[in-house]
C-alpha cells in the first residue's frame, strides 16, 4: 500500500498570480541558466538579478550549492539524484512564480531530459533556458573550488564533463558566451530578451 495520500486536493487561491503581476508591475517566469561548473552560471544569474531588483522587480535566486544546503541536502549527484534534484527544483520554482516572483536558477542540469521535464510544469513562455556556453578548458582554467582538479584526480565520482555527460541545450531560448564574453554583455542580453517578451518595461 502506498503511504501517499490519496486525500489531497489542488486549492486555488483568492489572489491569483495575474493579480501579483500587476501588483509587482512586472510578469513572472524562471530563468533557467544551464552549462557545466564554472561556466558563469551563478555570476550570470546574480548579476541579472541585481539588475532585475534596482528596477524594482520582485526576484530569487534559486543557486545549486544553496540549495543542497537544505532542501536537497539528502541527494547525492548520481543521475538519479540529479534528476530528483531538478525536480524539486521545478516545483518550488513553479510555486515561486505563482507567487508573482521573477526566479533565476543556477545549476549544471546537464540531461536534457531533465531540463525538459523542468520545463514541462510552466505554461509556454514561462521557462526560459539560458545556456551559459563556456568550453571545458576554460571551465577547468577557472574551476574556482578546485572541482575539476579532483575530479581528474579521480577524488571526486560523477563529475560532469569529466566522468559524467553534459548535455548542452539544442535551442535555448538564448545562449550567453561566458567563456569570452563580458558579464555586462551577458546581462544586457537576458534583459533585452526579458524586455522583447514583455516581462519587464523598457
Given at each position: 500500500?502506498?503511504d ?10 483568492s489572489?491569483t ?18 552549462g ?49 534534484n ?12 505563482e507567487a ?10 546537464p ?11 510552466f ?6 533556458e ?9 571551465c ?15 577524488e ?47
Amino acid at each position: 500500500m502506498s503511504d501517499k495520500s490519496s486525500n489531497v486536493v489542488w486549492h486555488s487561491e483568492s489572489v491569483t498570480r495575474a493579480d501579483r503581476e500587476k501588483r509587482n508591475g512586472h510578469r513572472s517566469l524562471v530563468l533557467w541558466f544551464t552549462g557545466l561548473s564554472a561556466s558563469g552560471k551563478s555570476t550570470l544569474a546574480n548579476a541579472v538579478e541585481e539588475q532585475l531588483h534596482l528596477q524594482g522587480c520582485k526576484t530569487f535566486v534559486l543557486d545549486g550549492d544553496n540549495v543542497r544546503h537544505g532542501l536537497c541536502s539528502d541527494l547525492g549527484f548520481s543521475l538519479e539524484d540529479r534528476e530528483e534534484n531538478l525536480r524539486r527544483i521545478g516545483e518550488i520554482a513553479k510555486l515561486m512564480v505563482e507567487a508573482g516572483v521573477l526566479v533565476l536558477t543556477a545549476f549544471i542540469s546537464p540531461m536534457r531530459k531533465d531540463r525538459e521535464r523542468v520545463r514541462s510544469l510552466f505554461p509556454h513562455g514561462d521557462f526560459i533556458e539560458v545556456f551559459c556556453d563556456a568550453s571545458l578548458d576554460v571551465c577547468e582554467s577557472r574551476d574556482p573550488k578546485g572541482l575539476y582538479q579532483r575530479a581528474r584526480a579521480g577524488e571526486i565520482g560523477e563529475f560532469t564533463g569529466i566522468s559524467s555527460p553534459y548535455e548542452a541545450p539544442v535551442n535555448p531560448e538564448l545562449c550567453c558566451d561566458t567563456g569570452k564574453g563580458s558579464v555586462e554583455d551577458n546581462v544586457a542580453s537576458v534583459l533585452e530578451l526579458l524586455r522583447q517578451r514583455g516581462v519587464i518595461g523598457e
